[in-house]
Nanobody
Framework: QVLLVESGGGLVQAGGSLRLSCVAS????????MAWYRQAPGKERELVAR???????DYSDSVKGRFTVSRENDQNTVYLQMNSLKPEDTAVYYCHALLYDGIQYWGQGTQVTVSS
């Protein structure tokens, strides 16, 4: 079993920045991809940003140019640097990991609230 532990959420004013971190509990953990999703009240969970082991990253159109996903593979950690935050970025952000055999893991979520 792998646990994903997120941190870094909080309350920030519009235009501000936050950095989310997600650490996997198992040192031999070797995911194909790690990603950040978010879910706002009354909305479906959506992909925000993803980073594959091959170094490929992709982003939702709503965060391109503002958010950056990065990984430290030897520490099983993925980050999400969020700049120029907007009130519509308010959501619970979840860390996600996809293993080579198709098994998926989710973190417990961290709340990000952007005030106008």
């Amino acid at each position: 079993q792998v646990l994903l532990v997120e941190s870094g959420g909080g309350l920030v004013q519009a235009g501000g920045s936050l950095r989310l971190s997600c650490v996997a509990s198992r040192s031999i953990f070797n995911p194909l991809a790690m990603a950040w999703y978010r879910q706002a009240p009354g909305k479906e969970r959506e992909l925000v940003a993803r980073s594959t082991t091959g170094g490929v990253t992709d982003y939702s159109d709503s965060v391109k140019g503002r958010f950056t996903v990065s990984r430290e593979n030897d520490q099983n950690t993925v980050y999400l640097q969020m700049n120029s935050l907007k009130p519509e970025d308010t959501a619970v952000y979840y860390c996600h990991a996809l293993l080579y055999d198709g098994i998926q893991y989710w973190g417990q979520g961290t709340q990000v609230t952007v005030s106008s």
